[in-house]
């Protein structure tokens, strides 16, 4: 069975430009999350998506929004890149049906995003 | 809010010895605790959790992690270190009723293995 998959891998832009990141989830898990892991650092939670609706957000800025597609595919979206916003951006899917929301996560290998 | 630290940043082991990296968490309630681990251009792997039970915790790859409540720590232990381990190794906290899906990572400590 396919794992996470992320694209594209790499990605170059200039500050003021927006990006769209992608993610699709493993067959049958309706839970996405979205991490920013800057270069040295730990990841840290920017959004959950499940069944389409946004169940936790981080302390992002309103630039970063995502969505959640009917097939359980999700888009991060980031608006007026800053050089700060380069990063490894981190998707992970679990089954989200666990009442106690203790399911285990799954990592893709993440999406490189440079901002020149 | 909740928080997770790693106090070692870098940590170099001969193959072979044993192995254990110290991860402190900052919560109020009862902690769902995990490590992670991630090789050079790799994502993130689970090694091991911890929801309740048993405070000794057996992972994939021959790692255990004991949860300490009176000190508010999750490290993780290897009795015998091989050259493959050597990677970086995140511990995280989830909270509430979606605590394995919003975790809070620490900085992360990076393992290197002598030969």
């Known amino acids: 069975d396919a794992g996470v998959t992320q694209s594209p891998t790499h990605l170059i832009k200039t500050r003021g430009q927006h990006v769209t990141l992608r993610c699709s989830p493993i067959?049958?898990?309706?839970?996405v999350s979205w991490y920013q892991q800057v270069l040295g650092q730990g990841p840290q939670f920017i959004f959950q998506y499940y069944e389409k609706e946004e169940r936790g957000r981080g302390n992002f800025p309103d630039r970063f929004s995502a969505r959640q597609f009917p097939n359980y595919s999700s888009e991060l979206n980031v608006n007026a890149l800053l050089l700060g916003d380069s990063a490894l951006y981190l998707c992970a899917s679990s089954s989200g049906q666990s009442a106690s929301g203790t399911e285990t996560q799954y990592f893709g290998p993440g999406t490189r995003l440079l901002v020149l | 809010a909740q928080s997770v630290t790693q106090p070692d940043i870098h940590i170099t082991v001969s193959e072979g010895a044993s192995l254990e990296l110290r991860c402190n968490y900052s919560?109020?309630?009862?902690?769902?605790l995990f490590w992670y681990v991630q090789s050079p251009g790799q994502g993130l792997q689970l090694l091991l959790k911890y929801f309740s039970g048993d405070t000794l915790v057996q992972g994939i790859k021959g790692f255990e992690a004991e949860f300490k409540r009176s000190q508010s720590s999750f490290n993780l232990r290897k009795p015998s270190v091989h050259w493959s381990d050597a990677a970086e190794y995140f511990c995280?906290?989830?909270?509430?009723?979606?605590?394995?899906?919003?975790?809070?990572f620490g900085g992360g400590t990076r393992l290197m293995v002598k030969p």
């Open positions: 919560y109020g309630a009862t902690p769902y």
């Open positions: 995280a906290v989830g909270e509430g009723h979606n605590a394995g899906n919003m975790l809070t």
């Open positions: 067959s049958g898990h309706k839970s």
